[in-house]
């Protein structure tokens, strides 16, 4: 499935957009694979982009003030 149909059918968030400007969006899209337990993104680094979850999950953590490691919320499709 290509990027277009994919975020379409499957990611509500863009229902409302115009074809050609979710053509445009798809067309600037990359698919990365990432492997269990590795780190996308942490905290204070500079994002410039929007990413969407295709399949698995993503768990979001953040350090306690205890330094302890939390886990705060998990994205899954």
């Not at 269990?36 to 204070?44: D, E, H, N």
């Not at 979001?60 to 705060?72: H, L």
Request: charged letters at 15%; aromatic letters at 6%.
């Amino acid at each position: 499935m290509d990027a277009l149909t994919f975020l379409r059918e499957h990611v509500s968030l863009f229902s409302g957009v115009s074809d050609g400007n979710l053509a445009d969006l798809s067309g600037s899209s990359a698919l990365l694979q990432f492997k269990a337990g590795q780190t996308i993104l942490f905290k204070g680094a500079t994002v410039d982009g929007l990413h969407v979850v295709v399949s698995g999950s993503v768990g979001v953590y953040v350090k306690s003030t205890s330094k302890t490691v939390v886990r705060v919320a998990e994205l899954a499709t």
